[in-house]
């Protein structure tokens, strides 16, 4: 097997790889080439693993919602192929992406999140199908918990308690799901499938999705694609920029102490005055004070809203115009270190030993009196053939340099998920299997 390079110079080449491989890949997902959707989203997690980019590389905000689609599109191509135990840990990762620990809980607990849902639905059709029950009723659980209004998730819990063969629990599920839309069809459809006798389900075509009453049945991947579409996670991000939004704790804290040392001067050792509030910052903290004053003029611009509509649009000109600049600006210096690469290619210098006939130094001489200068010479023109590698080699990233803290941002509190469990409200408390330990015998 052939090992990959990654040879990327700059961000700009990444992102227009990672672009192209993205809508290659989202193309074979709608031709339903599942083969070659596991291997283009493979291939996405290689261009943009971590190790390849420097140390103090900060990913962009949507990075994370990103990696978190892969994963549950990546699940899906397994399940559709038959590797549910991939599957399994395709969708353990996309959770564990998106889970946030609780502040100050010491026993693990995670804070709810709507993007949890659809995921612990697969997963409890993937353990299913594994055979793992136990883990199929957990997910299931879970997804209940999580979104106690939606009748697809009394669904899901439906298909594992089948599949368990525990249909009274299944039906009263898909009641539970009618009283909360009486023209649910996939709970129609599966009580109707339930309800059938024995002799009817024997007779009806198992190669048809609207039989399905069990995770069992050879159609559910089918069925589950087309009856509970509203438990996938659709590609909200078909454009992908992996440039920072701010820049590093490194170049934050090297622009600090470059500033630093061009205002004070040698002798005097200049003194930071504290701030405001009353909490003094030492000098060697430069990241803390570039926060904090960041904080400052973000609040500033946040308090100075434009009052009249001529206000506002100039605001969005001036945005639009800050976009464009640096566009051309990335475009420019792509097209200034390619003609930089050619012109250095052009420049290809004869090797020093090759010496002309007029200039040939006698044998006798040259190993006397000339050898150690020749080896010098020649250990001087390694290093700088090294020194020039590791320069052609450098991955370039532009760093943003007007970057500010944003605040007081926007949040639906209406809608945003819970962060503890209601019973009064419908939520069901999540139920952990105890193991019953055997009693050894009285000894006699």
């Not at 659809?118 to 199929?136: D, E, H, L, T």
């Not at 570039?290 to 611009?301: E, M, N, P, S, V």
């Not at 206000?311 to 000109?317: A, M």
Request: proline residues 6%.
């Amino acid at each position: 097997m052939v090992k990959k390079l990654w040879k990327f110079k700059s961000m700009d080449e990444v992102n227009t790889a990672v672009n192209m491989a993205l809508r290659t890949t989202m193309f074979n997902e709608r031709c339903r080439r599942w083969e070659k959707v596991i291997g283009g989203y493979r291939h996405l997690f290689w261009m943009i693993d971590r190790k390849h980019f420097p140390e103090d590389y900060e990913p962009p905000t949507n990075f994370q919602m990103f990696m978190y689609e892969m994963y549950f599109h990546l699940a899906v191509a397994y399940q559709h192929i038959g590797k549910h135990k991939q599957a399994i840990t395709e969708l353990t990762n996309a959770i564990d992406i998106v889970s946030i620990p609780k502040n100050g809980c010491l026993a693990g607990c995670l804070t709810n999140s709507c993007l949890m849902t659809p995921v612990y639905a697969r997963r409890a059709f993937a353990n299913a199908k594994s055979g793992n029950m136990v883990s199929a009723m957990r997910d299931a659980e879970k997804t209940v918990v999580l979104d106690s209004i939606n009748p697809d998730v009394y669904c899901i819990r439906a298909l594992v308690y089948s599949t368990k063969t525990y249909e009274k629990h299944a039906k009263k599920d898909l009641e539970l799901a009618l009283r909360l839309n009486p023209t649910h069809s996939c709970s129609l459809m599966l009580l109707k499938s339930l309800n059938q006798p024995e002799i009817m389900r024997h007779g009806a075509d198992p190669n048809s999705y609207m039989n399905v009453n069990s995770f069992a049945h050879p159609c559910v991947t089918e069925f589950f694609d087309k009856m509970l579409f509203g438990l996938s996670v659709p590609h909200t991000l078909t454009h992908v920029d992996l440039t920072p939004d701010k820049p590093s704790k490194t170049s934050m804290e090297n622009e600090a102490q470059n500033r630093t040392k061009d205002s004070r001067p040698s002798s005097s050792r200049s003194k930071v005055e504290p701030f405001r509030c009353g909490t003094p910052v030492s000098e060697q903290n430069k990241s803390s004070l570039r926060r904090r004053k960041d904080y400052g003029a973000a609040l500033q611009k946040h308090i100075s809203r434009p009052k009249t509509s001529a206000d506002f649009f100039g605001n969005l000109l001036a945005i639009s115009n800050f976009e464009k600049e640096r566009r051309l600006k990335a475009v420019q210096d792509a097209i200034e270190r390619r003609a930089a690469s050619a012109d250095g290619m052009s420049r290809v210098q004869t090797p020093s030993t090759k010496i002309s006939r007029s200039t040939r130094v006698p044998q006798a001489t040259k190993t006397t009196n000339f050898e150690p200068q020749l080896k010098a010479d020649k250990r001087n023109r390694e290093n700088e053939e090294f020194e020039s590698n590791n320069k052609k080699n450098a991955f370039i990233m532009n760093m943003p340099t007007s970057y500010t803290i944003p605040v007081f941002q926007s949040t639906n509190i209406k809608e945003a998920p819970r962060m503890y469990y209601k019973p009064w409200k419908g939520d069901r408390l999540p139920v952990v299997e105890l193991i019953k330990r055997q009693t050894t015998p009285v000894f006699k």
